[in-house]
């Protein structure tokens, strides 16, 4: 009996949802800016081939399946690259010491 490769895809997929949700709940407060350093740079390596994938092909054809996904995941990884800055920004912020006024 042979398995469709689409279900074994497809739970292969589900079962990296549960992983990823379970190790990103359970990183320590200390470890979440360094974390998210790190996703930062795997959404940068995400968006180099977005941007492969929606530039390919030709002129005529733009609205290919591949140059809309490119598209929309060039938009999706930009939103998650900024919003990881401004996070970790705000969380560099919050271990600043604060100055006292004399």
């Known amino acids: 009996m042979e398995i469709d490769p689409f279900i074994f895809r497809l739970s292969i997929f589900v079962l990296a949802i549960f992983v990823g949700y379970y190790v990103v709940w359970s990183v320590t407060p200390s470890l979440h800016t360094p974390l ?11 968006i180099v081939g977005a941007i492969i994938a929606g530039m390919s092909g030709d002129i005529k054809g733009i609205l290919n399946t591949s140059n809309i996904f490119g598209f929309l995941a060039i938009f999706l990884a930009a939103i998650n690259i900024f919003g ?19």
């Open 36 to 46: 998210m350093s790190v996703t930062n740079a795997i959404s940068s390596v995400i």
């Open 84 to 102: 990881g800055f401004l996070v970790t920004q705000r969380m560099l912020q919050m271990y600043k010491k604060k100055k006292k006024n004399k």
